[in-house]
């Protein structure tokens, strides 16, 4: 092919891009821009829309050849490509857009504003003058301004969540309680956040009950939380309100399209059943994952590992949407201490002074103690354990501090008696989704 017919192809493919950038603007995406090569399309997105954006243009560009493919090559939630002219070897990327989304407190306040929109006119649209009027929301935003901030996947998730609370809780009158601007909700964290000192419980108010927004009958928002002298007459109290539609602690995650809900503690004071199973150092093989995985009842998970770089371990009850629940680096280290007193997960500045001291020597110790842990590393030559880890390069430090704690947790664990670690999972798991013997009744919707 001669220097023209190069660079007649060239200018072609700029042209097809321009032209699918343009169709993904006609859509109603605002951020669509040229990507690193000619062949990408980026579409910039708040990071919980990425998934929903991917599928909506997918299905209005199939007519295109689009086809939504979720190999991780270029990016971790997949990518679009097509099949066929016009847009052929190209591909589009959603990327996270940082500049834009809502707060924790405004997520909340949003979905409460949508449900008491759907309280209020069943039949509504949700179009903004149905939310002019409304006086029983409790929060320090108004919904105007939440919705002209919110993207389409949090203003679709809200309508979700508020479809599926008055299918549950229709004919009830409500104030709609977010923790921003809600003295029900201040007067109920007070006390239960005493009850429980005074219990001798070092727990958060999340693993009390993880709430988000309470749905409270108009005759009860000012409570007198004082009277309760324990945390289980307070719980009972909740308890008796709940079976009778008008306290309802609701934990939200966002939805994209179905909402399933679940009931916690309906049974004051018992804990679900939970079975230990194994444990894993990465399902991706030990160097290639930062993770470790203690798995109960069959096929459910607790995953352990840095969550942010260089951050100590923590766990998390693994989902597809949304976690299920956490626990944090201290309750977990607190967790293993109560069947391993001595037992202290590896300090991260100290490790990191003896990696950088002497790499090679730090890496040999590991291999030989990472060896019995996982019976992948027995095809794994020391030589290339150590060039796996440091070929890492900037990302080593961070894939240190990760698994050497992960390791300190899977070894306590698997040095534990099989009784021992029956009750250490069934602590955690209960922990993690707040479900202990000091937690109260809450609902949570999410997507399944």
């Given at each position: 092919?001669?220097?023209?017919?190069?660079?007649?192809?060239?200018?072609?493919?700029?042209?097809?891009?321009?032209?699918?950038?343009?169709?993904?603007?006609g859509l109603g995406y605002g951020k669509v821009v040229e990507g690193k090569t000619r062949a990408e399309v980026?579409?910039?997105?708040?990071?919980?829309?990425?998934?929903?954006?991917?599928?909506?243009?997918?299905?209005?560009?199939?007519?295109?050849?689009?086809?939504?493919?979720?190999?991780?090559?270029?990016?971790?939630?997949?990518?679009?490509?097509?099949?066929?002219?016009?847009?052929?070897?190209?591909?589009?990327?959603?990327?996270?857009?940082?500049?834009?989304?809502?707060?924790?407190?405004?997520?909340?306040?949003?979905?409460?504003?949508?449900?008491?929109?759907?309280?209020?006119?069943?039949?509504?649209?949700?179009?903004?003058?149905?939310?002019?009027?409304?006086?029983?929301?409790?929060?320090?935003?108004?919904?105007?301004?939440?919705?002209?901030?919110?993207?389409?996947?949090?203003?679709?998730?809200?309508?979700?969540?508020?479809?599926?609370?008055?299918?549950?809780?229709?004919?009830?009158?409500?104030?709609?309680?977010?923790?921003?601007?809600?003295?029900?909700?201040?007067?109920?964290?007070?006390?239960?956040?005493?009850?429980?000192?005074?219990?001798?419980?070092?727990?958060?108010?999340d693993k009390w009950n993880p709430a988000d927004i309470w749905l409270v009958h108009s005759t009860l928002t000012?409570?007198?939380?004082?009277?309760?002298?324990?945390?289980?007459?307070?719980?009972?109290?909740?308890?008796?309100?709940?079976?009778?539609?008008?306290?309802?602690?609701?934990?939200?995650?966002?939805?994209?399209?179905?909402?399933?809900?679940?009931?916690?503690?309906?049974?004051?004071?018992?804990?679900?059943?939970i079975k230990f199973n194994n444990t894993s150092l990465g399902k991706k093989g030990f160097t290639n994952s930062?993770?470790?995985?203690?798995?109960?009842?069959?096929?459910?998970?607790?995953?352990?590992?840095?969550?942010?770089?260089?951050?100590?371990?923590?766990?998390?009850?693994?989902?597809?949407?949304?976690?299920?629940?956490?626990?944090?680096?201290?309750?977990?280290?607190?967790?293993?201490?109560?069947?391993?007193?001595?037992?202290?997960?590896?300090?991260?500045?100290?490790?990191?002074?003896?990696?950088?001291?002497?790499?090679?020597?730090?890496?040999?110790?590991?291999?030989?103690?990472?060896?019995?842990?996982?019976?992948?590393?027995?095809?794994?030559?020391?030589?290339?354990?150590?060039?796996?880890?440091?070929?890492?390069?900037?990302?080593?430090?961070?894939?240190?501090?990760?698994?050497?704690?992960?390791?300190?947790?899977?070894?306590?664990?698997?040095?534990?008696?099989?009784?021992?670690?029956?009750?250490?999972?069934?602590?955690?798991?209960?922990?993690?989704?707040?479900?202990?013997?000091?937690?109260?009744?809450?609902?949570?919707?999410?997507?399944?």
């Amino acid at each position: 092919m001669d220097t023209s017919a190069r660079l007649g192809v060239f200018f072609l493919s700029l042209l097809q891009r321009q032209k699918l950038i343009d169709s993904i603007v006609g859509l109603g995406y605002g951020k669509v821009v040229e990507g690193k090569t000619r062949a990408e399309v980026y579409v910039y997105l708040p990071k919980t829309d990425r998934k929903g954006g991917m599928s909506d243009i997918t299905e209005k560009l199939v007519k295109d050849g689009a086809v939504y493919l979720s190999s991780q090559k270029y990016s971790s939630i997949g990518h679009i490509e097509f099949e066929g002219e016009p847009y052929k070897d190209l591909r589009v990327l959603m990327k996270p857009d940082a500049s834009k989304g809502l707060t924790t407190d405004e997520q909340e306040s949003l979905a409460a504003y949508y449900a008491a929109c759907k309280f209020s006119k069943p039949t509504t649209d949700y179009g903004l003058s149905d939310f002019s009027n409304l006086i029983n929301v409790q929060s320090s935003f108004t919904a105007e301004e939440l919705i002209g901030k919110a993207s389409a996947g949090w203003l679709k998730s809200s309508a979700l969540i508020a479809d599926k609370l008055y299918e549950l809780y229709r004919g009830n009158t409500f104030q709609f309680c977010q923790r921003s601007n809600s003295t029900f909700v201040d007067n109920i964290s007070d006390r239960a956040q005493d009850l429980l000192k005074e219990a001798n419980f070092k727990v958060g108010l999340d693993k009390w009950n993880p709430a988000d927004i309470w749905l409270v009958h108009s005759t009860l928002t000012g409570t007198d939380f004082s009277k309760f002298k324990s945390i289980e007459q307070l719980n009972a109290f909740l308890l008796k309100q709940f079976n009778a539609k008008k306290i309802i602690g609701v934990s939200l995650k966002q939805v994209a399209s179905k909402v399933t809900v679940e009931t916690y503690n309906k049974e004051l004071g018992k804990s679900k059943d939970i079975k230990f199973n194994n444990t894993s150092l990465g399902k991706k093989g030990f160097t290639n994952s930062i993770d470790g995985f203690i798995y109960y009842n069959t096929t459910s998970s607790l995953v352990v590992r840095s969550f942010k770089p260089l951050a100590p371990i923590s766990g998390e009850i693994t989902g597809t949407y949304a976690a299920g629940g956490k626990i944090g680096n201290g309750p977990l280290e607190n967790a293993i201490q109560q069947f391993k007193p001595r037992f202290s997960m590896t300090n991260k500045d100290t490790m990191l002074r003896e990696y950088k001291k002497d790499n090679i020597k730090f890496l040999r110790n590991l291999y030989q103690r990472a060896k019995p842990l996982d019976s992948r590393l027995s095809t794994v030559s020391e030589g290339d354990f150590i060039s796996q880890i440091v070929d890492k390069g900037a990302k080593t430090e961070g894939y240190l501090v990760s698994k050497v704690q992960v390791m300190d947790v899977i070894e306590a664990v698997e040095s534990m008696t099989a009784k021992q670690r029956s009750e250490f999972i069934q602590y955690v798991i209960s922990y993690a989704s707040s479900a202990l013997s000091v937690s109260s009744v809450f609902v949570k919707l999410y997507q399944p």
